[in-house]
């Protein structure tokens, strides 16, 4: 097994615990419908061979019983779709809500040198663009197998007569399909991350419009052309990325939709010949033509389920390696507790400390000593290094060298909470 094969089930292994794990019965509330719907797909494609025969054999009371039997099955699928789509659209909001809450308190739990980290922080925002619709479209993907192959057997059943070269034929237009899709969901696949990281600039701009402090700061120092003129470079990279995301495809989507008409042309061709040289009758035509283009279907999902697993592999790599991602800070739950009033000192020795993805220090060989009682002011421009002293005593970073102690007790060894 190649390696990425292995990925895709280990991503795919994951997403499907965290079905279990969200919503269990609904997962196999919609494999109950889904059968059901094979159960329809089978119905419609049979109805207008016994439709045809009644009357080709002028035999009213079959009709009427064929329509009978269509309209009482259809009505009882219609109510049975209602009642699943109410149920769905419930539940599946609840699995989200699931989702959404987990992905968040996991980023709460993460260390802010997480988010300061720029490939971090793009992850991030992928992931949680997606983490909903990664684990829906495995759900999805799943099912489409299950139902699947359900349909090649019910389906398969109607047009045993078909020539075996025929089967043939539809792989080999299947897996030129799977293959051509492959390559259009990894150009789009690139293209959403490319897009991802131009919108997070363009995003950022924007936020300098909707904070009050960021448009006085823009009207006082006179920058809004400077702004808007990094806007549209932005804009314009956008759309260059665009277009030639647009270029890439096209030939490859122009190609798919000329071989799909091919195939169904050829495929009538066939059926059609079979009915003048008296294969079958004509009353079979029909029955055959769309058990055919049913069972392809059917044949195609099957197949390029690897195509549907691979691409939500590609888009599931952010939030699995989110959802896996550690705190480097080690938490001290079990650490002394402290409270204020029992601070009789704050000592910082050597302490040194950079930002991630910074070249200079924040702080670099700091040391002080403050006692209970003691009035003391920190100064010093933006950027001194002031708030880092706070961060740094809350043990929102570690320092880099030195130590923090607190009544002459490393803070580490105190609860972190």
């Not at 419009?209 to 006085?216: A, D, G, K, S």
Request: hydrophobic share 45%; aromatic share 12%; proline share 1%.
């Amino acid at each position: 097994m190649n390696k990425k094969w292995k990925n895709i089930i280990k991503n795919n292994k994951f997403l499907v615990a965290k079905i279990f794990k969200y919503n269990k019965l609904l997962f196999f509330v919609r494999l109950g419908f889904a059968i059901i719907t094979s159960i329809s797909s089978l119905i419609a494609i049979l109805l207008p061979k016994y439709l045809l025969e009644a009357m080709f054999s002028n035999d009213m009371k079959q009709v009427i019983l064929v329509l009978a039997v269509y309209f009482a099955v259809s009505v009882l699928i219609k109510i049975l779709d209602i009642l699943y789509q109410n149920y769905n659209r419930v539940s599946s909001e609840k699995m989200y809500l699931n989702i959404i809450n987990e992905f968040l308190n996991k980023g709460i739990g993460l260390d802010l040198s997480f988010f300061d980290k720029s490939e971090s922080y793009s992850r991030y925002n992928r992931a949680f663009s997606n983490c909903c619709n990664v684990i829906e479209n495995c759900n999805n993907t799943i099912l489409s197998i299950v139902t699947a192959i359900i349909q090649i057997i019910m389906i398969g059943s109607v047009i045993l007569w078909v020539d075996i070269y025929v089967f043939i034929a539809i792989l080999v237009f299947i897996v030129i399909n799977i293959a051509i899709n492959n390559i259009v969901k990894k150009i789009d696949y690139d293209f959403n991350v490319e897009l991802s990281r131009k919108n997070k600039q363009v995003n950022y701009l924007y936020r300098l419009f909707y904070t009050p402090q960021f448009i006085r700061d823009i009207k006082v120092n006179v920058i809004d052309k400077f702004i808007f003129g990094k806007k549209q470079e932005i804009n314009n990279e956008i759309l260059e990325v665009s277009k030639k995301q647009v270029k890439k495809t096209t030939k490859f989507r122009i190609l798919l939709s000329v071989l799909s008409d091919l195939e169904y042309v050829l495929a009538a061709l066939y059926f059609a010949f079979s009915v003048i040289i008296h294969l079958v009758a004509v009353a079979d035509y029909f029955t055959s033509l769309n058990a055919y283009q049913q069972i392809k279907n059917s044949i195609n999902a099957l197949l390029s389920s690897y195509t549907a697993l691979y691409n939500n592999s590609l888009f599931a790599e952010d939030y699995i390696n989110f959802m896996k991602s550690e705190e480097n800070i080690t938490t001290n739950n079990d650490g002394i507790n402290l409270k204020s009033s029992e601070i009789e000192n704050i000592v910082f020795s050597h302490v040194t400390f950079s930002y991630p993805n910074s070249n200079s220090y924040a702080l670099n060989n700091v040391s002080f000593r403050i006692d209970k009682g003691d009035k003391l002011a920190i100064l010093g421009k933006n950027g001194a290094g002031k708030t880092t002293i706070i961060k740094l005593l809350l043990r929102l970073y570690d320092p880099q060298e030195g130590e923090i102690r607190i009544n002459n007790i490393n803070i580490k060894e105190y609860n972190t909470n």
